[in-house]
Protein backbone atom coordinates (compact mmCIF):
# COMPACT_ATOMS: atom_id res chain seq x y z
CA UNK A 1 0.00 0.00 0.00
CA UNK A 2 1.42 3.54 -0.92
CA UNK A 3 2.31 5.88 2.11
CA UNK A 4 1.32 9.64 2.06
CA UNK A 5 3.00 11.91 4.63
CA UNK A 6 1.86 14.63 5.61
CA UNK A 7 4.10 17.03 6.86
CA UNK A 8 3.18 20.59 8.46
CA UNK A 9 4.69 22.61 11.49
CA UNK A 10 2.72 24.82 14.22
CA UNK A 11 2.46 28.19 13.10
CA UNK A 12 -0.39 29.25 14.62
CA UNK A 13 0.57 28.84 18.78
CA UNK A 14 -2.27 30.54 19.96
CA UNK A 15 -4.56 28.38 18.49
CA UNK A 16 -2.60 24.69 19.05
CA UNK A 17 -2.97 22.78 22.46
CA UNK A 18 0.36 22.55 23.74
CA UNK A 19 -0.35 18.61 24.56
CA UNK A 20 -2.47 15.74 24.03
CA UNK A 21 -5.86 16.33 26.57
CA UNK A 22 -9.17 13.87 26.85
CA UNK A 23 -9.60 15.11 22.78
CA UNK A 24 -8.03 14.72 20.13
CA UNK A 25 -7.08 17.99 18.77
CA UNK A 26 -3.81 17.96 19.94
CA UNK A 27 -3.19 15.43 17.03
CA UNK A 28 -6.16 17.01 14.44
CA UNK A 29 -6.18 20.78 14.68
CA UNK A 30 -4.68 22.59 11.76
CA UNK A 31 -4.39 22.86 8.33
CA UNK A 32 -2.48 19.61 7.20
CA UNK A 33 -4.68 17.27 9.80
CA UNK A 34 -7.74 18.50 8.39
CA UNK A 35 -5.73 17.62 4.69
CA UNK A 36 -5.00 14.51 5.70
CA UNK A 37 -8.03 12.97 7.54
CA UNK A 38 -9.75 14.66 3.61
CA UNK A 39 -7.56 12.23 1.60
CA UNK A 40 -7.93 9.30 4.09
CA UNK A 41 -11.73 9.67 3.68
CA UNK A 42 -11.65 9.89 -0.40
CA UNK A 43 -8.69 8.01 -1.21
CA UNK A 44 -8.75 4.45 -0.67
CA UNK A 45 -5.84 2.49 -1.12
CA UNK A 46 -3.24 4.40 0.64
CA UNK A 47 -1.67 4.59 4.07
CA UNK A 48 -2.29 8.21 5.29
CA UNK A 49 0.41 9.67 8.30
CA UNK A 50 0.58 13.31 9.74
CA UNK A 51 3.76 14.80 11.01
CA UNK A 52 3.79 17.78 12.98
CA UNK A 53 7.17 19.43 13.88
CA UNK A 54 5.86 22.25 16.94
CA UNK A 55 8.59 24.69 18.79
CA UNK A 56 5.25 25.21 21.72
CA UNK A 57 4.34 21.50 22.66
CA UNK A 58 4.90 19.72 26.02
CA UNK A 59 7.22 16.67 25.88
CA UNK A 60 10.07 15.49 23.19
CA UNK A 61 7.77 13.73 20.87
CA UNK A 62 3.81 12.14 20.73
CA UNK A 63 2.57 9.39 18.60
CA UNK A 64 -1.01 8.55 18.05
CA UNK A 65 -3.41 6.70 16.10
CA UNK A 66 -6.53 7.76 15.24
CA UNK A 67 -9.67 6.97 12.82
CA UNK A 68 -6.73 4.53 10.71
CA UNK A 69 -4.10 8.06 11.01
CA UNK A 70 -0.90 7.49 12.16
CA UNK A 71 -0.01 11.26 13.86
CA UNK A 72 3.84 11.59 15.01
CA UNK A 73 4.22 15.18 16.60
CA UNK A 74 8.15 16.26 17.14
CA UNK A 75 9.43 18.76 19.57
CA UNK A 76 11.45 21.12 17.72
CA UNK A 77 13.45 24.31 18.90
CA UNK A 78 12.66 28.21 17.17
CA UNK A 79 15.65 29.32 15.39
CA UNK A 80 15.50 33.03 14.43
CA UNK A 81 11.52 33.18 14.97
CA UNK A 82 11.43 31.46 11.70
CA UNK A 83 13.50 27.99 11.74
CA UNK A 84 11.70 25.04 13.02
CA UNK A 85 14.64 22.60 14.14
CA UNK A 86 14.37 19.15 15.28
CA UNK A 87 17.61 16.26 14.24
CA UNK A 88 15.25 13.63 15.72
CA UNK A 89 12.45 14.39 13.11
CA UNK A 90 14.96 15.16 9.98
CA UNK A 91 15.98 11.22 11.17
CA UNK A 92 12.71 9.62 11.23
CA UNK A 93 12.01 11.49 7.49
CA UNK A 94 15.40 9.84 5.96
CA UNK A 95 14.38 6.65 7.35
CA UNK A 96 11.23 6.35 6.16
CA UNK A 97 12.37 7.39 2.58
CA UNK A 98 14.62 4.26 2.76
CA UNK A 99 12.01 1.95 4.33
CA UNK A 100 8.98 2.77 2.65
CA UNK A 101 9.77 5.32 -0.33
CA UNK A 102 6.27 7.59 0.39
CA UNK A 103 4.79 10.39 -1.25
CA UNK A 104 5.24 13.57 1.22
CA UNK A 105 3.25 16.26 0.76
CA UNK A 106 4.58 19.38 2.61
CA UNK A 107 2.15 21.95 3.45
CA UNK A 108 3.68 25.37 2.21
CA UNK A 109 6.10 25.62 -0.44
CA UNK A 110 8.09 29.29 0.52
CA UNK A 111 8.97 28.30 3.90
CA UNK A 112 12.14 26.99 6.11
CA UNK A 113 10.49 23.46 6.88
CA UNK A 114 10.25 22.98 3.27
CA UNK A 115 13.38 23.52 2.71
CA UNK A 116 14.95 21.43 5.78
CA UNK A 117 12.66 18.91 3.85
CA UNK A 118 13.57 19.52 0.83
CA UNK A 119 17.31 19.53 1.97
CA UNK A 120 17.47 16.17 3.30
CA UNK A 121 14.77 13.90 0.80
CA UNK A 122 16.97 14.36 -2.02
CA UNK A 123 15.00 12.37 -5.07
CA UNK A 124 11.90 11.65 -3.08
CA UNK A 125 8.93 11.92 -4.09
CA UNK A 126 7.51 14.89 -2.56
CA UNK A 127 4.25 17.35 -3.57
CA UNK A 128 4.14 21.30 -2.27
CA UNK A 129 1.31 23.01 -1.37
CA UNK A 130 1.01 27.03 -1.82
CA UNK A 131 -1.97 28.74 0.16
CA UNK A 132 -0.87 32.41 -0.61
CA UNK A 133 2.51 33.10 0.72
CA UNK A 134 5.04 35.20 -0.92
CA UNK A 135 7.45 33.83 -3.27
CA UNK A 136 10.77 35.42 -2.04
CA UNK A 137 11.29 36.39 -5.36
CA UNK A 138 8.59 38.72 -5.05
CA UNK A 139 9.81 40.09 -1.65
CA UNK A 140 12.75 40.60 -2.78
CA UNK A 141 11.51 42.98 -5.20
CA UNK A 142 9.06 44.98 -3.36
CA UNK A 143 11.12 45.40 0.12
CA UNK A 144 13.93 47.05 1.44
CA UNK A 145 16.52 46.24 4.26
CA UNK A 146 16.66 43.23 6.28
CA UNK A 147 13.89 41.88 5.02
CA UNK A 148 15.13 42.25 1.68
CA UNK A 149 18.53 40.49 2.36
CA UNK A 150 16.40 37.53 4.03
CA UNK A 151 14.48 37.27 0.71
CA UNK A 152 17.56 37.31 -1.82
CA UNK A 153 19.14 34.39 0.56
CA UNK A 154 16.14 32.48 0.42
CA UNK A 155 15.79 32.87 -3.37
CA UNK A 156 19.48 31.38 -3.86
CA UNK A 157 17.84 28.93 -1.67
CA UNK A 158 14.89 28.00 -3.82
CA UNK A 159 17.02 28.19 -7.22
CA UNK A 160 19.16 25.33 -5.61
CA UNK A 161 16.43 22.91 -3.72
CA UNK A 162 12.90 23.88 -5.53
CA UNK A 163 14.19 21.97 -8.41
CA UNK A 164 13.30 18.68 -5.63
CA UNK A 165 9.70 19.12 -5.68
CA UNK A 166 7.57 16.47 -8.31
CA UNK A 167 4.62 18.82 -7.93
CA UNK A 168 3.26 21.86 -7.05
CA UNK A 169 -0.14 22.78 -5.84
CA UNK A 170 -0.63 26.29 -6.46
CA UNK A 171 -3.58 28.41 -5.51
CA UNK A 172 -3.16 31.11 -7.54
CA UNK A 173 -2.05 31.82 -11.56
CA UNK A 174 0.38 35.23 -10.69
CA UNK A 175 2.71 32.19 -8.74
CA UNK A 176 3.53 30.38 -11.73
CA UNK A 177 6.22 33.65 -12.45
CA UNK A 178 7.58 33.60 -9.12
CA UNK A 179 7.77 29.63 -9.06
CA UNK A 180 9.44 29.44 -13.11
CA UNK A 181 12.31 32.05 -11.82
CA UNK A 182 13.55 29.09 -9.35
CA UNK A 183 12.59 26.09 -11.43
CA UNK A 184 12.50 26.55 -15.49
CA UNK A 185 9.87 23.90 -15.78
CA UNK A 186 7.95 22.98 -13.07
CA UNK A 187 4.71 20.35 -13.17
CA UNK A 188 1.77 22.10 -11.28
CA UNK A 189 -1.88 22.03 -10.48
CA UNK A 190 -4.33 25.00 -9.56
CA UNK A 191 -4.73 24.07 -5.85
CA UNK A 192 -8.07 25.25 -3.51
CA UNK A 193 -8.29 23.56 -0.01
CA UNK A 194 -12.13 23.30 -1.34
CA UNK A 195 -15.46 23.51 0.48
CA UNK A 196 -17.14 20.96 2.77
CA UNK A 197 -20.51 20.67 0.91
CA UNK A 198 -22.42 19.50 4.02
CA UNK A 199 -22.03 22.26 5.71
CA UNK A 200 -22.08 25.23 3.19
CA UNK A 201 -25.52 24.10 2.37
CA UNK A 202 -28.25 26.87 1.30
CA UNK A 203 -31.02 28.17 3.31
CA UNK A 204 -34.33 30.02 1.47
CA UNK A 205 -33.25 33.79 1.81
CA UNK A 206 -35.76 34.49 3.74
CA UNK A 207 -35.75 32.13 6.26
CA UNK A 208 -31.93 32.86 6.39
CA UNK A 209 -32.27 36.34 7.30
CA UNK A 210 -35.35 35.56 9.86
CA UNK A 211 -33.29 33.40 11.59
CA UNK A 212 -30.44 36.43 11.50
CA UNK A 213 -32.86 39.01 12.40
CA UNK A 214 -32.25 40.70 8.94
CA UNK A 215 -34.61 43.03 7.21
CA UNK A 216 -36.31 41.29 3.71
CA UNK A 217 -36.49 44.22 2.22
CA UNK A 218 -32.87 45.21 2.31
CA UNK A 219 -29.94 44.71 0.03
CA UNK A 220 -26.97 42.84 2.02
CA UNK A 221 -23.32 42.69 0.98
CA UNK A 222 -21.26 40.41 2.37
CA UNK A 223 -17.71 40.05 3.65
CA UNK A 224 -15.75 37.30 6.05
CA UNK A 225 -12.61 37.78 7.07
CA UNK A 226 -10.17 40.43 9.36
CA UNK A 227 -10.94 44.09 8.98
CA UNK A 228 -6.90 44.29 7.61
CA UNK A 229 -5.31 45.55 4.73
CA UNK A 230 -4.81 42.62 3.06
CA UNK A 231 -8.20 42.16 2.00
CA UNK A 232 -8.83 46.25 1.65
CA UNK A 233 -11.62 46.05 3.70
CA UNK A 234 -11.19 50.25 3.69
CA UNK A 235 -11.69 50.05 -0.02
CA UNK A 236 -14.88 47.30 0.59
CA UNK A 237 -16.54 49.90 2.74
CA UNK A 238 -16.32 53.20 0.39
CA UNK A 239 -17.66 51.41 -1.65
CA UNK A 240 -20.44 50.29 0.06
CA UNK A 241 -21.09 53.81 1.29
CA UNK A 242 -21.01 54.76 -2.48
CA UNK A 243 -23.41 52.31 -3.68
CA UNK A 244 -25.88 53.27 -0.56
CA UNK A 245 -26.16 56.76 -2.24
CA UNK A 246 -27.72 55.05 -5.46
CA UNK A 247 -29.66 52.24 -3.37
CA UNK A 248 -30.32 53.83 0.22
CA UNK A 249 -31.53 50.26 1.26
CA UNK A 250 -28.21 48.44 0.63
CA UNK A 251 -26.46 47.36 4.04
CA UNK A 252 -23.15 46.09 4.38
CA UNK A 253 -22.35 42.50 6.89
CA UNK A 254 -19.20 41.90 8.20
CA UNK A 255 -18.84 38.53 9.77
CA UNK A 256 -15.20 37.42 11.23
CA UNK A 257 -13.80 40.53 12.64
CA UNK A 258 -12.12 40.29 15.96
CA UNK A 259 -11.61 42.76 18.81
CA UNK A 260 -9.44 46.11 17.88
CA UNK A 261 -6.90 45.10 19.73
CA UNK A 262 -6.38 41.99 17.60
CA UNK A 263 -3.46 41.68 14.81
CA UNK A 264 -4.89 42.44 11.64
CA UNK A 265 -7.94 44.77 12.49
CA UNK A 266 -6.65 48.37 11.61
CA UNK A 267 -10.10 48.97 10.14
CA UNK A 268 -12.47 47.76 12.92
CA UNK A 269 -13.00 52.00 14.07
CA UNK A 270 -13.68 52.41 10.40
CA UNK A 271 -16.22 49.79 10.13
CA UNK A 272 -18.13 50.44 13.18
CA UNK A 273 -18.18 54.33 12.40
CA UNK A 274 -19.55 53.30 8.87
CA UNK A 275 -22.87 52.24 10.17
CA UNK A 276 -22.02 48.80 8.94
CA UNK A 277 -23.25 45.51 11.14
CA UNK A 278 -20.41 43.86 12.57
CA UNK A 279 -21.45 40.48 13.57
CA UNK A 280 -17.80 39.29 14.94
CA UNK A 281 -16.42 35.89 15.60
CA UNK A 282 -19.22 33.19 14.77
CA UNK A 283 -19.18 29.53 14.46
CA UNK A 284 -18.34 27.26 11.21
CA UNK A 285 -20.91 25.75 11.53
CA UNK A 286 -23.39 28.61 11.66
CA UNK A 287 -21.62 30.91 8.52
CA UNK A 288 -23.81 29.01 5.48
CA UNK A 289 -26.79 31.10 7.13
CA UNK A 290 -24.86 34.61 6.53
CA UNK A 291 -24.10 33.06 3.13
CA UNK A 292 -27.89 32.51 2.20
CA UNK A 293 -28.90 35.49 3.72
CA UNK A 294 -26.95 37.97 1.40
CA UNK A 295 -27.44 39.09 -1.62
CA UNK A 296 -23.77 38.82 -2.82
CA UNK A 297 -20.41 38.43 -1.37
CA UNK A 298 -17.44 40.85 -2.08
CA UNK A 299 -13.67 39.92 -1.43
CA UNK A 300 -11.19 42.69 -2.64
CA UNK A 301 -8.16 41.10 -4.14
CA UNK A 302 -6.24 43.97 -5.99
CA UNK A 303 -3.38 44.51 -4.27
CA UNK A 304 -0.24 43.16 -5.83
CA UNK A 305 0.60 41.32 -2.70
CA UNK A 306 -2.88 39.18 -3.10
CA UNK A 307 -1.28 35.35 -3.88
CA UNK A 308 -5.04 33.47 -2.31
CA UNK A 309 -6.28 32.28 -5.53
CA UNK A 310 -10.04 32.26 -5.33
CA UNK A 311 -10.26 32.36 -1.44
CA UNK A 312 -12.36 30.02 0.75
CA UNK A 313 -14.83 32.38 1.25
CA UNK A 314 -16.31 33.38 -2.00
CA UNK A 315 -16.79 29.34 -2.98
CA UNK A 316 -18.22 28.26 0.57
CA UNK A 317 -20.76 31.76 -0.43
CA UNK A 318 -21.52 30.58 -4.07
CA UNK A 319 -21.66 27.10 -2.57
CA UNK A 320 -24.94 28.71 -1.11
CA UNK A 321 -26.50 30.44 -4.12
CA UNK A 322 -24.79 33.66 -3.23
CA UNK A 323 -23.24 35.31 -6.33
CA UNK A 324 -19.87 36.68 -5.74
CA UNK A 325 -17.80 39.79 -7.03
CA UNK A 326 -14.03 39.51 -6.94
CA UNK A 327 -11.04 39.65 -8.55
CA UNK A 328 -9.82 36.67 -6.89
CA UNK A 329 -11.98 34.15 -9.41
CA UNK A 330 -9.87 34.97 -12.04
CA UNK A 331 -8.50 31.32 -10.46
CA UNK A 332 -11.91 29.96 -10.81
CA UNK A 333 -10.72 26.36 -12.74
CA UNK A 334 -14.32 26.23 -14.50
CA UNK A 335 -15.64 27.22 -17.46
CA UNK A 336 -18.58 29.36 -16.31
CA UNK A 337 -17.14 32.35 -14.60
CA UNK A 338 -19.59 34.68 -15.85
CA UNK A 339 -22.84 32.84 -15.00
CA UNK A 340 -21.67 32.52 -10.98
CA UNK A 341 -19.51 35.78 -10.39
CA UNK A 342 -18.25 38.74 -11.44
CA UNK A 343 -14.64 39.37 -11.80
CA UNK A 344 -13.61 43.55 -11.63
CA UNK A 345 -10.15 44.60 -12.16
CA UNK A 346 -10.20 47.89 -10.52
CA UNK A 347 -12.04 49.69 -7.99
CA UNK A 348 -14.27 51.70 -10.09
CA UNK A 349 -15.58 48.00 -12.05
CA UNK A 350 -16.04 46.56 -8.54
CA UNK A 351 -18.66 49.22 -7.65
CA UNK A 352 -20.29 48.50 -10.98
CA UNK A 353 -19.98 44.69 -10.73
CA UNK A 354 -21.62 44.97 -6.89
CA UNK A 355 -24.83 47.04 -8.73
CA UNK A 356 -25.00 44.28 -11.22
CA UNK A 357 -25.66 41.89 -8.76
CA UNK A 358 -27.83 43.30 -6.76
CA UNK A 359 -29.89 44.77 -9.54
CA UNK A 360 -29.81 41.42 -11.60
CA UNK A 361 -30.07 38.56 -8.69
CA UNK A 362 -31.88 36.05 -11.34
CA UNK A 363 -28.73 36.70 -13.72
CA UNK A 364 -26.45 33.88 -11.92
CA UNK A 365 -26.91 30.24 -11.66
CA UNK A 366 -25.35 26.78 -11.00
CA UNK A 367 -23.56 28.06 -8.33
CA UNK A 368 -24.00 25.53 -5.75
CA UNK A 369 -23.56 22.99 -8.91
CA UNK A 370 -20.35 24.56 -9.77
CA UNK A 371 -18.56 24.19 -6.01
CA UNK A 372 -19.46 20.68 -6.32
CA UNK A 373 -18.28 19.88 -9.82
CA UNK A 374 -14.58 21.54 -9.05
CA UNK A 375 -13.93 22.25 -5.21
CA UNK A 376 -15.67 19.81 -2.99
CA UNK A 377 -13.08 17.98 -0.79
CA UNK A 378 -14.08 15.09 -2.92
CA UNK A 379 -12.83 16.81 -5.73
CA UNK A 380 -9.86 18.06 -3.98
CA UNK A 381 -8.89 15.02 -2.89
CA UNK A 382 -9.61 13.52 -6.99
CA UNK A 383 -7.21 16.04 -8.13
CA UNK A 384 -4.56 14.96 -5.23
CA UNK A 385 -4.62 11.85 -5.97
CA UNK A 386 -4.18 12.38 -10.21
CA UNK A 387 -0.56 14.64 -8.97
CA UNK A 388 0.37 11.57 -6.53
CA UNK A 389 0.42 9.29 -9.73
CA UNK A 390 2.16 11.54 -11.55
CA UNK A 391 4.50 11.93 -8.88
CA UNK A 392 4.94 7.83 -8.29
CA UNK A 393 4.79 7.37 -12.39
Known sequence: MQKIIILTFNYEPANFPKEPGDDNRF??????????????????????????????????????KIDNIRYRVFRSKLICKFLHLSIPYLKELKNEREYSDPVFIVIHTHNWHTYQVLFNLKDSKIITTHHGEWSP?????????????????EAVIEKALLKRVSFFHICDYNQINYLEKAVKKIRYGIFSTGVDIEKFRPLPKTEARKELGLDNNSKYILYVGKLYKYKQADKLIEIWKDIKQQMPETELLIVGNESPDRWGEEYYELALK??????????????YKYYSAADVYVLLALREDYFGGTGIAPLESLACNTPVVSYSMRNYIGDNLNEICECPSTLEEYRDAILKVLQNPDKYKNMRESIIKYYSYKKVAERTEQAIKTVIN
Open 27 to 64: FTYGFGSNFGRLLNKYLKGYEIEIWRLDSYCCGKYHEK
Open 137 to 153: FFISETSTGLRKIKALI
Open 274 to 287: SGARLFGRVLNTEL
